[in-house]
């Protein structure tokens, strides 16, 4: 059974960092394709950055510079860390796999919230 659960997620001041964490079980971790997403009230979720099959990263344009992810294969865990946050950040953040047969499965998400 496939089990992804954050947590990390916050309050922060604009300018703040925060560090949200991805734990897998039930994957095969190394040959997962893996990221972030998030949702904000009113819109549509979408991509943050996420490692590709190639083994490339992809940022969103908003984020890029001040987000980075990272992965450690040996804990089965993926890292969201996030830097300079803005107002605009704020939104419930999923984790977000695709087994290589294109399965998706989805965190329950944690709630990032940056006050101005």
């Known amino acids: 059974q496939v089990q992804l659960v954050e947590s990390g997620g916050g309050l922060v001041q604009a300018g703040g960092s925060l560090r949200v964490s991805c734990t897998t079980s039930g994957i095969i971790f190394s040959i997962y394709v893996m990221g972030w997403y998030r949702q904000a009230p009113g819109k549509q979720r979408e991509l943050v950055a996420e490692f590709t099959r190639g083994g490339s990263i992809n940022y969103a344009h908003s984020v890029k510079g001040r987000f980075t992810i990272s992965r450690d294969n040996d804990k089965n865990t993926v890292y969201l860390q996030m830097n300079s946050l803005k107002p605009e950040d704020t939104a419930v953040y999923y984790c977000?796999?695709?087994?290589?047969?294109?399965?998706?499965?989805w965190g329950q998400g944690t709630q990032v919230t940056v006050s101005s």
């Open positions: 977000h796999v695709v087994n290589p047969w294109a399965v998706e499965y």
